[in-house]
């Protein structure tokens, strides 16, 4: 019988710390951490999805959904229900082939960066050496689902949606990287993990200070807010789908289950990049920068925690991206769209030099101080 | 025939087909899409060697934003919507290059290579900190040539694509490139000379 996988395979993605799904049994482990993936995009979405519907409710003066389940809270199981039983409708110009694949190339992408999130101390999928960089090349594939999504609709609006879509991408790429990278620089890793844990033992001048990013690199944490928000096509970046020039964008002819895959697909990169930004600024599952969970006992406190301190540090974290989400819910009510060649200035001329410039400033002072 | 095999044969006959797929097809858009199948494959293949962190850049550079760019940039200007299809046809003046490019390749690499070859079973796998310190201390003269030339590339290409299309040659202008002063969104009060007219002022 052949080996179940070879080593040499296993050891190309460097896992460095293992995470308490790694067990004996290798597709049961698998298995785990598969389901871990899922419930991040098809769980935590749909809350992100009700605090969404929620919070712009009371936001405008007005309840939000309030029929279904307690207080509305199983308004988007029924969406879903709904959307499954809707007619699947092609337009007659299609290209059907490309048109019915387009929302599982957003919606995978959308998928597959859950593995590389730390959630609570050991609740990860994986631990890549490469996790940060892993995220972000996964994380730019799901426009190709966006521009296919928008040509095979053989619609107009669509068509510009999705080159939309594409302009927006390309020019917040960087500045998304670039501000990571600091991140990377001032961590000394680009492993999930590690950038948590450096956040807990970071020292000044050979004091331990914990600190999180977020205060030694406030620009930084700027610039990756607004990339993320632009990457996302949140408003005020919401120019691709502007409802009141491209009727939706890109998802103008869809209909039914792959409108939900769309849809899903914003509400996972909303909880991936809040996850991410998480973990890269704020500290991942610590409380309070310093505070250790309770029951915790390596690596200055945040990992081997035991069951509880595992369920809270699990609970903080998704604490923090509930709270980036109704964050981003806010700027939604908040602010009007902004105009595309502002968009572009925005990124080219203002947050790209300013991304080099900080990460000047963080390889200064990771090497002087 | 290890696991290992039967995952390298299948992203092999996907990655291939892809490619077969990305020249023969007569639509340019589908062309594109066969090119991101083929380079995502090649980026699984990075992954099957071990080297995870070039499938990564594999992905990132090449799926994530040349392919995006392949397909902007034929969306902006030539798209057909929908099933439309187009033939450059300059179909065996392409075969006669890529089968020059391709004997050239074979022979280059048999030579440089053909004598050491890598164990066949086990890939090496490496962190990225050892790549790092290889790219910036042994290879950082290369990598700077090269880092120079993509720069000159793209000023390069800044400066041709300002340059007006046309009558191409000899006296080419550059085209006048305004911006309103203020943020309005006011027509300019002279429409932009037409492309390629050349002529007065």
């Keep these: 019988m052949m080996p179940l996988l070879d080593v040499s395979v296993a050891e190309g993605l460097v896992a460095q710390s293992a995470s308490i799904l790694t067990l004996d049994n290798f597709w049961l482990s698998a298995l785990l951490k598969i389901l871990l993936c899922t419930v991040m995009l098809m769980v935590v979405s749909l809350v992100g999805g009700y605090l969404e519907h929620k919070a712009m409710g009371h936001l405008q003066n007005r309840t939000g959904p309030m029929e279904a389940g307690p207080h509305g809270s199983l ?62 090349a996964i994380g730019s594939i799901g426009v190709l689902g966006i521009l296919m999504g928008g040509w095979a609709s053989a619609n107009k609006f669509s068509l510009i949606g999705g080159i939309r879509a594409a302009a927006q991408l390309i020019a917040y790429e960087l500045p998304l990287i670039l501000a990571a990278a600091a991140v ?49 096509s949140r408003p005020p970046f919401d120019m691709p789908i502007a409802d009141s020039e491209l009727v939706f964008g890109y998802m103008t002819e869809y209909t039914g289950i792959k409108f939900a895959m769309f849809l899903l697909t914003e509400y996972g990169g909303m909880i991936f990049m809040s996850g991410l930004i998480t973990v890269l600024y704020l500290g991942g599952w610590q409380a309070l920068p310093g505070v ?55 990124s080219w001329l203002v947050l790209i030099p300013l991304s080099l410039v900080n990460i000047a400033i963080v390889a200064i002072g990771k090497v002087a101080l | 025939m290890t696991s290992l095999d039967i995952v390298f044969i299948l992203v092999a006959v996907v990655t291939g087909g892809a490619a077969v797929m990305t020249v023969t097809s007569r639509n340019l858009v589908h062309a594109a899409l066969f090119l991101g199948v083929t380079l995502a494959g090649i980026g699984a293949t990075f992954l099957l060697l071990a080297a995870d962190f070039v499938a990564m850049v594999q992905v990132v550079v090449y799926l994530g934003a040349i392919t995006v760019l392949f397909l902007f940039g034929l969306m902006l200007t030539r798209a057909p919507i929908g099933r439309e299809t187009l033939d450059s046809r300059n179909r065996p003046m392409a075969m006669v290059v890529s089968a020059a ?29 050892d790549l790092g310190m290889a790219i910036f201390s042994t290879w ?62």
Excluded at chain 1, 314 to 343: H, N, S
Aim: aromatic content about 8%; hydrophobic content about 55%; charged content about 15%.
């Design chain 1, 75 to 136: 308004q988007l199981v029924a969406d879903g229900i709904k959307f499954v039983q809707k007619e699947d409708i092609v337009p007659r110009a299609a290209d059907k082939l490309v048109f019915a694949v387009a929302p599982g190339v957003a919606l995978v992408p959308a998928l597959l960066g859950f593995l590389v999130i730390p959630i609570g101390p050991g609740v990860w999928a994986e631990d890549l050496e490469i996790g940060l960089f892993y995220a972000l």
């Design chain 1, 184 to 232: 990377a620089v001032q961590a000394g890793s680009l492993s999930l993990v590690d950038i948590v844990e450096s956040q807990a033992t970071m020292s000044i001048f050979g004091t331990p200070v914990s600190m999180w990013f977020v205060f030694p690199q406030l620009l930084g944490f700027g610039i990756f807010v607004m990339a993320a928000l632009a990457e996302l």
């Design chain 1, 292 to 346: 250790p969970l309770p029951g915790c006992e390596a690596a200055a406190g945040i990992s081997d925690c035991g069951v509880w301190g595992t369920l809270l540090g699990v609970g903080i974290t998704l604490g923090k991206i509930m709270a980036l989400v109704f964050f981003m819910v806010w700027l939604r009510v908040a602010y009007p769209r902004l105009r595309e060649d502002q968009l572009q200035k925005i």
């Design chain 2, 101 to 129: 490019l391709f004997g050239i390749l074979v022979v280059l690499i048999v030579r440089a290579f053909g004598s050491n070859q890598f164990p066949a079973t086990e890939p090496i796998s490496s962190s990225v900190a």
């Design chain 2, 140 to 201: 950082v003269f290369p990598f700077e040539v090269v880092s120079m030339m993509l720069l000159a590339a793209l000023v390069g290409a800044v400066l041709l694509a300002r340059r007006q299309s046309g009558d191409s040659g000899t006296e080419t202008r550059v085209t006048p490139i305004r911006e309103a002063l203020d943020d309005s969104t006011e027509e300019l009060d002279r429409a932009p000379a037409e492309l390629g007219s050349g002529g007065e002022r």
